[in-house]
Nanobody, 128 residues
């Protein structure tokens, strides 16, 4: 089992930057073998893909609306994944979840079905 704990969510104004963290614990000895992803869910909407990163951090993928604003990274030694969010917009308001994939990388990293473990989420609110 792997436990994921997100942190860093808060209330910010539009245009601000924020960095989310996701700390993994438990059976993380092979942490670098598995991809990680960030998803978000806004009120009344389905959970949507935000970004993903391969096990060794060499490959990333982003949802179109966050490209060039959000950046995913990981520190395998500290079993932590980050999501740097810049130029935040009100439509970025959501609960952000990190997820631990069943593979290092695949063409389906934007699908929730690729992930074995999920965190509880952290709230990001962007005011206009």
């Amino acid at each position: 089992q792997v436990q994921l704990v997100e942190s860093g969510g808060t209330l910010v104004q539009a245009g601000a930057s924020l960095r989310l963290s996701c700390a993994a614990s438990g059976r993380t000895v092979t942490f670098s073998s598995y991809g990680m992803g960030w998803f978000r869910q806004a009120p009344g909407k389905e959970r949507e893909f935000v970004a993903a990163i391969s096990g060794r951090g060499t490959t990333t993928s982003y949802e179109d609306s966050v490209k060039d604003r959000f950046f995913i990274s990981r520190n395998n030694a500290e079993t932590t994944v980050y999501l740097q969010m810049n130029s935040l917009l009100p439509e970025d308001t959501a609960i952000y979840y990190c997820a631990y994939a069943a593979v290092s990388w695949s063409s389906m990293m934007n699908s929730p079905g690729q992930y074995m473990y999920w965190g509880q989420g952290t709230q990001v609110t962007v005011s206009s």
